[in-house]
């Protein structure tokens, strides 16, 4: 079983930054890889950024690119979203989620479907 907390989101202004936390299960950050993803209201839960344990690689959509960095700890059971330059169209819940054996192929990250745990969502609202 796999364990996720997210914490650190708040009500910012735009322009802003934003460090968001997820405490996982060892288990999380030895297989496959994790996801950040987002979900505002009326609209469905969609893919911010992914990092693949094997190579290191991180994965993010346009909208975030070179203003969110998605890191992780392992001394803490930790993986990160920075999130910087923030805009009202960042506001949602954002999720993280695990990814473990058998893992998912490349292609397959984006989506929600291929995550097999999930944490309950934390806030961030965006205002202009």
């Known amino acids: 079983q796999v364990q996720l907390v997210e914490s650190g989101g708040r009500l910012v202004q735009a322009g802003g930054s934003l460090r968001l936390s997820c405490a996982a299960s060892?288990?999380?950050?030895?297989?496959?890889?994790m996801g950040w993803f987002r979900q505002a209201p009326g609209k469905e839960r969609e893919f911010v950024a992914a990092?693949?344990?094997?190579?290191?690689?991180?994965y993010y959509v346009d909208s975030v690119k070179g203003r969110f960095t998605m890191s992780r700890d392992n001394a803490k059971n930790t993986v990160y979203l920075q999130m910087d330059s923030l805009k009202p169209e960042d506001t949602a819940v954002y999720f993280c989620?695990?990814?473990?054996?058998?893992?998912?192929?490349?292609?397959?990250?984006?989506?929600?479907?291929?995550?097999?745990?999930w944490g309950q969502g934390t806030q961030v609202t965006v205002s202009s």
């Open positions: 990092i693949r344990w094997r190579g290191g690689m991180a």
């Open positions: 060892a288990r999380a950050l030895r297989e496959c890889g």
């Open positions: 989620a695990a990814d473990t054996m058998p893992c998912s192929i490349l292609s397959e990250i984006r989506r929600v479907t291929p995550y097999d745990y």
